[in-house]
């Protein structure tokens, strides 16, 4: 059975086809930055960076007095039974009382559990931050994926145009030798049974090509026009073991995982304190119907004897998370360094293949060429050539398919780093600031000039 194999053209560069002008073609790095400004991937995990950088703003507001307006209309009806000697008289009463007043009531001491809330919840807002730039990884590593694909069908198109002009080559030289009486009709139908699977590798091909080209779009934000060669890889560590201590330091994975385990500690904290009093204060002004004025001020000291051991259990709940999350941290570290070691693998292993390929590619085109100039001679048949021609197409598309994978390989080494970055990898563009909303919302702003400086700093972010 026929293999189907990625091909590209023998004289086509590493997965580069053929460019314009420098200043038309769209080039690896300006893909990256299209995908990095239209992701709605992105676009989300901002969003719901956002609503975790509230979560700050509502455990901050729980530190100050809650102040209320209350308007209160009360009407009330009673019959009345009263006695005058032997007379027993009957009468309705009615009342309609109204109230205006203002009360406020302020937690004043409750052994630091408010505090320890907004101390985990900005730990949270900085987990969630590491998961947006996890995000950011991917989406750019899914762009350079997109971009060498889409080069590599375009090769590979390229490549079985050529492939059928040889083929039709060799289908005429076969058509003549056979009216000459050199070889026989078996000859003529091999050549076009090969030319039939030709144009058939052809329509297979400008098919790939059509979805690599989707996924460029999905990918990327817009379809690709005229793609630049391939630059030169980036950089990545001198050994496998030194880019596996980068990761374990650097890696977006890993950063969360120690800011999840940081909030758990802080919630045992918290439930632990939950289990002492609170201490509060409160006070009301109120003005009724009649013109009667009315203040207090008052303390109280509130402590749980008995919650039918709700409080026990959240704190042992508390407990097995915290110790749930330091079990995540540690297998995150174990996957992250898996990941550098595949992908440092898949980098050797393409390499090495791409040294062996080179070796068969020359061998496979030293085969072909002899294999038909013997046929031109006799000795050998037009099955011979096109079997020698199917040999030297698939030693070149090997050797390209691993440099396809090389190329991918080395972005896979950088991310699982934690290094595939717009800001790593320089790309000169402005990034999305995770701290401005955070610094407009932290003190729970309600109106005022706090509040028109977070309408400022929504639009500045594309968020009226």
């Not at 203002?102 to 590491?130: P, Q, W």
Request: aromatic letters at 4%; charged letters at 20%.
């Amino acid at each position: 059975m026929r293999k189907f194999r990625l091909l590209a053209g023998a004289t086509c560069s590493a997965l580069a086809i053929l460019a314009s002008t420098a200043g038309q073609a769209e080039t690896l790095a300006d893909a990256l930055i299209s995908a990095y400004r239209s992701s709605n991937l992105l676009d989300q995990n901002r969003a719901l960076l956002r609503a975790t950088d509230e979560d700050v703003a509502i455990a901050v507001a729980a530190l100050r007095p809650v102040v209320q307006f209350v308007a209160d209309s009360r009407y009330d009806f009673q019959r009345v039974h009263q006695s005058f000697g032997d007379q027993q008289v009957r009468f309705n009463e009615e009342t309609l009382t109204s109230t205006l007043g203002i009360t406020a009531s302020m937690t004043l001491y409750d052994f630091g559990r408010n505090a320890l809330a907004v101390e985990a919840a900005k730990e949270n807002v900085l987990a969630t931050r590491e998961a947006l730039v996890s995000v950011e990884q991917d989406v750019l590593l899914d762009a350079v994926d997109a971009y060498v694909r889409v080069q590599l069908a375009q090769a590979i198109v390229d490549l079985r145009n050529n492939n059928l002009g040889l083929i039709e080559q060799e289908l005429q030289a076969a058509q003549d030798r056979f009216d000459v009486g050199e070889v026989t009709r078996t000859d003529v139908a091999q050549a076009q049974a090969a030319l039939a699977a030709s144009q058939s590798d052809l329509t297979a091909a400008e098919g790939d090509l059509v979805v690599a080209r989707e996924a460029y779009k999905a990918a990327i934000g817009h379809y690709p026009e005229n793609l630049a060669p391939l630059p030169a890889a980036p950089k990545t560590a001198p050994s496998v073991e030194a880019a596996r201590q980068v990761a374990l330091r650097t890696h977006p994975q890993v950063r969360q995982a120690q800011r999840q385990v940081a909030a758990a500690d802080l919630n045992v904290a918290r439930a632990k304190a939950s289990m002492k009093p609170t201490l509060s204060g409160d006070a009301s002004a109120g003005l009724d119907n009649e013109g009667q004025e009315s203040a207090s001020v008052g303390l109280s000291l509130r402590h749980t004897l008995y919650a039918g051991g709700e409080l026990s259990a959240l704190y042992r709940q508390s407990l097995a998370n915290r110790d749930a999350q330091k079990a995540n941290l540690l297998q995150t570290g174990v996957l992250v360094a898996e990941n550098v070691g595949n992908a440092w693998s898949t980098v050797d292993v393409a390499t090495a293949a791409i040294a062996a390929g080179d070796e068969e590619v020359r061998a496979a085109r030293t085969a072909f060429e002899g294999v038909r100039e013997e046929a031109t001679l006799g000795a050998r048949t037009t099955l011979d050539v096109l079997n020698a021609e199917q040999d030297l197409l698939d030693a070149q598309a090997d050797r390209l398919t691993f440099e396809a994978q090389r190329y991918l390989g080395i972005y896979q080494v950088l991310a699982s780093m934690g290094l595939l970055t717009v800001e790593h990898l320089n790309l000169g563009i402005p990034t999305y600031d995770p701290a401005a909303y955070y610094n407009a919302v932290k003190h729970a702003p309600a109106t005022s000039a706090q509040g028109r400086k977070l309408d400022r700093v929504m639009q500045s972010i594309g968020r009226n």
